[in-house]
């Protein structure tokens, strides 16, 4: 694809397009090295990067923890009228652990203080107001009776949102009963081949990545489902079209974050009706660049994504 067009269609996004990043924010514990993190703060942050207003939905703890976040989150140039400090909670952590294959295992430590958000009708009634396009949630938020509680209040409250549920599955986090309810409310659905054959299991959806995409959108009702698959890319389903295109060869420092900016450049395309093939090459070259560098959420460009 020609990078010229791709970077002219990466910017054909109008600015009303807001996102609202549910869930939790927390420090990733890794041996050497804290980095503030947590899969709606890391999509909000890519989103950011690609033009979308973005409020965060989240909560930290009135400790050393909360306060840093805090002050590095008001870096990143995202919304956050609604991020609370919990009086009672600590701030959340994960311990990441890298396995000889290179893949990523995290141990959460919980009750964190997202898991005591509470969100009023009131506070549903000023979002509302600010008119966002896309809601975007995962499955450990909800995994808590409070999140899924805030999280079943903005299904219903928000006019005209689209739901995009990605996944990232942790253990006791991942029930079958709230995986189900989750598809359910799903509007657009990423997740990875792993993730995948959870569901397989859980759902009796096909274990062909195509045949669970189509099965999923018409038992399901998803207008858009991403797989992504390392370094082979990702398969993409859109309305009844599907395409899976080739992943880009990078030297991977660490592959946190990387299934979030994916979803945030997925996401993007979707929002402005590119040609699906673009939508996949896109997404790899975004997911691929954080891959390539540490943390979860490094800087990086629109322009470094489509000249590289």
Request: proline fraction near 5%; glycine fraction near 10%; charged fraction near 20%.
């Amino acid at each position: 694809m020609d990078s010229a067009r791709l970077f002219d269609l990466s910017l054909q996004l109008p600015p009303s397009q807001s996102v609202v990043a549910l869930g939790e924010v927390l420090w990733d514990i890794f041996p050497n090295s804290d980095c503030l993190g947590g899969a709606p703060l890391n999509f909000g942050v890519h989103a950011r990067r690609l033009g979308h207003p973005v409020y965060l939905l989240s909560a930290v703890g009135a400790d050393q923890r909360g306060r840093q976040a805090a002050r590095d989150i008001a870096t990143l140039d995202l919304d956050t009228t609604f991020l609370q400090t919990s009086r009672s909670l600590p701030t959340g952590t994960a311990t990441v652990s890298a396995s000889s294959d290179g893949k990523n295992s995290f141990q959460i430590h919980r009750p964190a203080a997202y898991d005591g958000m509470q969100f009023t009708d009131a506070d549903t009634e000023r979002l509302k107001q600010k008119q966002p396009r896309w809601l975007y949630f995962g499955t450990l938020f909800p995994s808590m009776p409070m999140g899924r509680e805030v999280l079943n209040r903005l299904l219903h409250g928000l006019d005209g949102i689209s739901a995009f549920y990605d996944l990232n599955l942790r253990p006791a986090a991942d029930s079958p009963e709230l995986v189900k309810h989750l598809l359910e409310q799903a509007d657009v659905v990423k997740l990875n081949e792993e993730e995948l054959n959870r569901v397989h299991e859980l759902c009796g959806l096909p274990s062909s990545i195509e045949g669970f995409c189509r099965e999923g959108a018409a038992r399901y009702g998803w207008r858009a489902a991403g797989v992504t698959l390392g370094a082979r890319g990702c398969a993409l389903l859109v309305d009844d079209n599907y395409v899976e295109q080739g992943g880009c060869a990078v030297e991977v420092a660490d592959t946190v974050g990387a299934g979030d900016a994916f979803a945030a450049a997925f996401m993007h395309g979707l929002d402005a009706n590119w040609p699906l093939g673009e939508v996949a090459t896109f997404a790899n070259r975004v997911g691929a660049l954080v891959a390539s560098r540490h943390g979860a959420i490094p800087d990086w460009t629109v322009d470094e994504v489509v000249r590289s």
